[in-house]
């Protein structure tokens, strides 16, 4: 058996077979079936320890599930105003529905809350969305941060120790001042970690409000150009090379690279070239969603 529990002779544990096959992570999945949303030839699935074997038929809410596909990664520049869901309860508008047609059934790796924008990576593979998740990747995710308040430059520096906030414990952050014009700032922001709103509540910590976010950088993939709104596919070659064989290797490299000079200018000036290693040439325009709070 694997390390992962499947059996070559009885097939792959459907938890994960589900999350393969884009439709959502491993955890959801296992959700999925305890919730007796899942059926295997006609019968509720009760167990996500059940195999799945070639040309089963497996349905979620009454929905075939194709079996999955080739591992596909993809770069969104999501807009601001949109919820990293695939049903929001509360009626808003989700990433997934303002993705242009013709894309397969994807899930997010990570999230970005609904005023925060910039990259967010999709992946038709749950399982490999929870792998780039996990912290002990050291990914290195980037974001430019515009605040107002009084910048402190030496307790922006301070932040390189970690910091304790009410009780909770954030990692190391590497953040620098860009540029000031009166009481708003734009900063540029660095952690491993990215524990929920961590970004906001550590400014908040230092007095200083975030009036806007944008991931700029998530490991190796990088925003770039890419307009608001668009998605492109990462080259399957670029693929094979940060995610494959040596993935653990490159992981550590890509983690420990050293940060390049901010432009100076504002958050979306990033030279071409760089763009253009982490996916094809040709991005897909989505449509933009309503713009929420900033």
């Known amino acids: 058996m694997s390390g992962d529990g499947d059996d070559p002779k009885r097939g792959e544990r459907i938890a994960k077979w589900l999350a393969r096959a884009g439709v959502a992570s491993r ?10 949303r899942v059926k295997l030839g006609g019968k509720v699935v009760e167990t996500p320890a059940t195999f799945i074997a070639p040309g089963d038929h497996v349905t979620v809410d009454g929905k075939p599930v194709a079996p999955p596909e080739r591992t596909r990664l993809f770069r969104y520049h999501k807009p601001d105003g949109l919820v990293t869901t695939h049903r929001d309860p509360e009626g808003r508008p989700t990433v997934f529905e303002k993705l242009p047609p013709g894309l397969p059934r994807l899930v997010s790796v990570g999230r970005l809350d609904l005023t925060s924008e910039g ?9 490999l969305a929870r792998r780039l998740e996990l912290p002990s990747n050291g990914w290195l995710r980037r974001y430019r941060v515009r605040v107002h308040g009084r910048v402190d430059e030496k307790a922006l520096a301070a932040l390189a120790r970690g910091v304790t906030i009410e009780g909770v414990q954030y990692g190391p952050i590497e953040a620098g001042l860009d540029a000031r014009q009166g009481t708003n700032a734009w900063l540029t922001v660095s952690l491993r970690e990215g524990k929920n709103r961590e970004i906001r509540r550590v400014m908040a910590h230092l ?7 944008i991931r700029t950088a998530y490991g190796p993939f990088q925003l770039g150009i ?16 940060q995610l494959g064989i040596d993935a ?9 690279a050293p940060l390049p000079e901010p432009p100076p200018e504002g958050p979306r000036r990033v030279p ?17 969603g309503p713009r929420g709070r900033e």
């Open 27 to 36: 955890r959801d999945a296992e959700k999925m079936i305890a919730e007796g």
């Open 207 to 213: 007095g200083l409000e975030v009036t806007r976010l």
């Open 226 to 241: 890419l307009p608001r709104g668009a998605v492109e596919e990462v080259n399957a070659k670029v693929l094979r090379e």
């Open 119 to 127: 990259l967010l990576l999709l992946t038709n593979d749950g399982a």
């Open 272 to 288: 071409r070239a760089r763009s253009a290693r982490m996916g094809s040439r040709r991005p897909v325009r989505g449509r933009e």
């Open 248 to 256: 653990p290797k490159r992981l550590r490299e890509a983690a420990a």
